[in-house]
């Protein structure tokens, strides 16, 4: 027998569904996202770090759930909330139902809730917090708790999920009938930020020849440059980005160097206050799979994967930054790079996981930027 959960909005609103992972009760910002496939990759992407998320889509978790698809090694998301569980899943990788690996990892989560009334209230208030309680309900205990969450504006949480150690990433794609796929004989050093990192940035740069050192989010500029990488990259990750200034920092003594820099999402975000923008929060953000983006430099519409809840307010930044990217849904900051070196960076996930990969070419421009500078040093110690 399931038991009854209740989802108690910051605003009042009630919802009263199914318990389909572990008992008890959570908080966080209630956000939606549209993505039809890649549940396990959201529960476990480190940016939904104390979010709880609606999935539109509203059959989930027929394919289960296993061991390759998680995007770090926890589930980060405060909770999901879905319309409709099925009784069976089936995929030739399952290793355990949804429901069997939401109680494994201790995460709460309801269903049987109607997410479109849901979606329509975050969207036409904006997300707020939100409780989940399965088990012993008490909504007017519930409610308190989702108040007591208060904002994400402020919160900085790349601190709270970054690795405390330093290591090293050779891992490539996932390749029918062989898995992850290492790549040994690495072109390039790159140094990688860990904001709340993806595993699949990760591997689509080591696919792409890049041997990855992955340091924590306070390492200091001159321990990255101690390292002499090609390139550096920022990660993507939770919270409000203002508030990094251990990063923002770092990033502005990197620039100075004019190494090669790609950031991601908070990546994205934090390039750009290192360059003295500013960012804002949004009333919604983009979470989905299905965003259009424009790249402007060759007018093409690309698909995009998206998670973010800030952006980069364009009027804020200087002359030498480029707008690159916009969302066609709001016209948004999408992408920007430096006309003075190789900096750039994009808001939404070219490493998909879950999403279309229409923007992947952005980390073959990081290695084809990173190769040139390369090929100059090496001419110019010949001569
Ligand atoms: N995926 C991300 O890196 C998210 C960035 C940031 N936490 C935001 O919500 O905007």
Redesign the pocket.
Known sequence: MSEPAILVLADGSIFHGTAIGASGHTIGEVVFNTSMTGYQEILT?P?YFQQIVTLTYPHIGNTGTNDEDAESHAVYASGLIIRDLPLLHSNFRANASLSDYLKANNVVAIADIDTRRLTRILRDKGAQAGCIMAGDIDEQKALSLAKSFGS?AGKD?AQEVTTSERYEWIEGEWKLGQGFVSNNHPEFHIVAYD??VKRNILRMLAERGCHITVVPATTPAKDVLALNPDGIFL???????EPCHYAINAIQELLATKKPIFG????H?LLGLAVGGKTKK?AF?HHGGNHPVQDLDSQKVLITSQ?????VDEHSLPKNVKITHRSLFDHSVQGIELTDQVAFSFQG?PEASPGPHDIAYLFDKFTDEMRKIKHTHTQAIAY
């Open positions: 992407d940016s994400m949480l904001f709340g990660s993507n990750g939770p919270g409000d980005p991601i999402c908070l990546g975000q949004m953000g998670n973010h809840g800030f952006e996930h």
